[in-house]
Each structure stands twice: as C-alpha cells, then as structure tokens.
C-alpha cells in the first residue's frame, strides 16, 4: 500500500500564498506520479497538478492554476509540495494528494488518495 500524508492548507488571504506538501510512503515497485487534485463544495474532484515520479520529473497543470500554482518534488524521497500564489477565492477547497503506483511487479497500477488538507481563502 500507499500511505499519503498531507501538511499545509489553512487560511489565505486572497492574493496570498500558501504551500501544501505530501509525503508518501509505504512499499511499491514503482511510484510513477504523484498530484494534487481539489473538490470544492458541490464540485466534482478536479486535477490541479502532477509531477512525474521518474527521471524526467514533468509536470501537468489545469488551465486554471498555471502560471500561479507550481508543484515540485524532493529529489531523494518521495515529498511533493503544491506552492501556490496569487490564490484566488475560487481556489478554495479540500486539496488531496494523489499518488498513481504499481505495488508488485505482477499487479497494475493503482491509484492512492490522501485524507485532504483544506483551504480556505478569505479576507
């Protein structure tokens, strides 16, 4: 299994900044992705960014958060964080992390999902 740990989220001011990050750990044979996704109130879950696991470490982003949010990942472990600027209120929601893996050579990929972190954006 995949365990997902969230930290961050809490209150911004519109405009502001705020980080989440997300720490994976467990026993997989590999890890190809980890994202961040976020359901808002009456919304459906919707993708904000990925990062590849792999070498190349390419990066995904919804139109809505590009050129604001940037996700980025430690090189040694398997620590993704989600920087966001110029947060906007329609940013607010419950921010899970996402990390898309194959437990065994024999078995497929899966999907793992983290308890979410939420933000809140306020004045």
């Known amino acids: 299994q995949v365990q997902l740990a969230e930290f961050g989220g809490g209150l911004v001011q519109p405009g502001g900044s705020l980080s989440v990050s997300c720490a994976a750990s467990?026993?997989?044979?590999?890890?190809?992705?980890m994202a961040w996704y976020r359901q808002a109130p009456g919304k459906e879950r919707e993708h904000v960014a990925t990062?590849?696991?792999?070498?190349?470490?390419?990066?995904l982003y919804a139109d809505s958060v590009k050129g604001r949010f940037g996700i980025s990942k430690e090189k040694n472990n398997n620590v993704v964080y989600l920087q966001m600027n110029n947060v906007k209120p329609e940013d607010a929601a419950v921010y899970y992390c996402?990390?898309?893996?194959?437990?065994?050579?024999?078995?497929?990929?899966?999907?793992?999902w983290g308890q979410g972190t939420q933000v809140t954006v306020s004045s």
């Open positions: 996402n990390a898309d893996a194959q437990l065994s050579y024999w078995t497929s990929r899966e999907a793992f």
């Open positions: 990062i590849s696991c792999e070498n190349d470490g390419a990066t």
């Open positions: 467990g026993n997989w044979y590999r890890l190809y992705t």
